[in-house]
C-alpha cells in the first residue's frame, strides 16, 4: 500500500521544532537541547531521537544509509532504512562515501566523514553524569557551572577497580573545552574519530528528549588522567579473517564447536567494499 | 595589633519565607521564630562569629536552634538571606563569599574548607571505595595524577586508622565510626585551613565517639588546622573546644571561653544546659 502521511512522517510543524533544537545544538557544540520528543513508529529506546533527526532533515535530493552495531543489515538498520525509505522515497545506500545523511547505532564508519555528511547518532543515555548523579536539575547546574569532577571520580574509580583508565564504551568526551557529552555507546576505538571531524555529527536521545551535536571540525577530547591517558582498543596481532585489515574495529567471533577465537570487520559496509575491490582487481 | 579571624561570619540571617509587616516588626517576639501569618521561619537572626588560627570554635544548643544553618552556610550548602562572610587565606581575596559567584564558591569549598556531616550519606558516596571518595576532594580541586592522589588517600586513610586491606571497600560496608574516620579523612584531603563539624558523633556508641574526638584533637594539634564543631551535646564539646557559642531561636545568648561558659554560665539556658550535664 502506497504511504500517504507527511513527507518524512513527521509533520511540518513536529520538523520546523526539531530542526530549531538541532540549530541551537549546532550553535552550542555538545550541549544537550531539550525538544518535544514525538512518538514515532518504533519503540523508545530502538532508535526514536535518531529516527526525528533524520527524518526532520532528509530532503528528496539525499542518501540515506542506517547502520546498527557496524551492520546494515541487522532487524533494527532494515526496519528503519525501510520506514525512511516508505515516507521519503529517498535513495537509500549501503556506502559510507555515497550517503549524505547515515543513522548509526553505536558505531562511527570506518571511512571517515566528508564535509556535507551528517552522520545521526543514536543515544539511550545522553547524561555523561547520569551513573554519579542521578538528579536531572544537578546535573543541569553542574553543567552550567562546568563542574565535571564527577566524570573523572568515576574513572578513578575505574582504575581503582580494574587498574584501567577507559570506559568500554560511552567513554565521555569534552567538546570546544567546555560541554562534558556522552558520545553514544559507541567503543572507545571511535572517540578519536570525532575530533576534528569533516562532517557535522548529531545525537539524538528519543526517551530523554534531547538533541546535541558536534559541528564539523571541533575539538573532542575524551578525558583522562595524566599518568593514565585515554587509550583505546587495540587489536595487536589480530587482523580480519576475511580482509586482513588490522587498522580497524574487529568482532571477536567464537566458533561454538572449536571454542576458537577468530576476528572480523565490524563495519560490514566497509568489509563489503574492500573485498569487491579485491574480487575486481583479480578478475581484472 | 590584634591577631586577624581566619574566618569571619557577620550579621548572618538565614529566613525562609518572604516575611510580613508583622513579623518584620516583631522579629523578637515570635514563637518558635515562625510568623504566625505568613509562616515566614527566622532560622537564624543575626549571628555573628570569627573563628582564629588553630582554634577549635564549638557551637551547642538545641534541635531547631540554628547551628547547622550557620554551618550549612559556611559550607555554602545554604543561601544567605543577609551577612557577610570572609575567609582571611592567601588565596581568597577578602569579598563578602556569599555574594560570590557559583563557580569561586565551588573553589573555595573545594580547596579551604572541609566538612564533616552528621550523616556520613551526605558526605560520602557509599557505593565508591573509600580511597576514591578521598581522592573526590582532589579531583574537585583539579588534580589530575592518580599515582599522586592514590598516594595522598593512602595516607590520610592510615591517619585515620583505616586499615590499608579495606581502603578498596565501599564505605557501605563500613561501620558508623569508620564511615566518620573516612569523612575526616576526606575533609582533610586539600590541606584546608578550616574545618567544619557537624554533630559528628552522634549515633556512635562511647568509645568511638571518644575514638573519633581523640582523632580531632590530634589533627588539631598536628596540622593546626581551624574547626567549628557543632554539636548538642556539651561533654564532646567540654572536650574539644577552645571557645564556645550557645544558640537559641537562630540567636546566639551567649558566648566565650568554653570553661567560663561551662563554670560560670550566666544566661538562664545556658544554666540549663549545663546543669542537664551535670
Redesign the interface.
Known sequence: MKYQGNYGFLDELSKKEIRRSILKAVAIPGYQVPFASREMPIARGWGTGGLQLTLSLVGPQDCVKVIDQGSDESVNAVSIRQLIQDTTQVETTWHTREATLIQSRHRIPEVPLKEGQILVLQVPIPEPLRSVEPSEEETRKLHAYGEYSLAWLKIFEQIIKFDQGSLSADHPVLVNHRYLMAPSPIPRFDNPKMNYNEGLILLGAGREKKIYAVPPYTEVKSIDFDDYPFTFETFAGKACRLSGLTDVFLDEIIDPKTQTASYQTNDQSYLLEILDEREKEKHG | MAEKPILALKHFSKQYGSGCDHCRDNRQELTKNICPFCQTVYAVDDVSLDLYKGEILGIVGESGSGKSTVLGSLYFNVEASEGEYQLNVPQSQPLNLFEAS??KK?RIRNTMLGMVYQNPMLGL?MK??A??NI??KM??ANH????A??ERSRQLLDVVDIATIRM?EAPVNFSGGMQQRVQIAKALSNNPPVLLLDEITTGLDLSVQADVLDLIKTIQRELSISMIVVSHDLAVIRMIADRTIVMVNGRIIESGLTDQILEDPQHPYTQKLVYSLL
Do not use: D, F, W
Not at chain 2, 589530575?144 to 599515582?147: G, K, S, T
Open positions: 557559583q563557580q565551588t558516596r565508591y571505595s580511597l576514591s581522592a573526590e579531583i574537585a589530575r595524577n592518580v599515582e592522589m592514590v578498596k
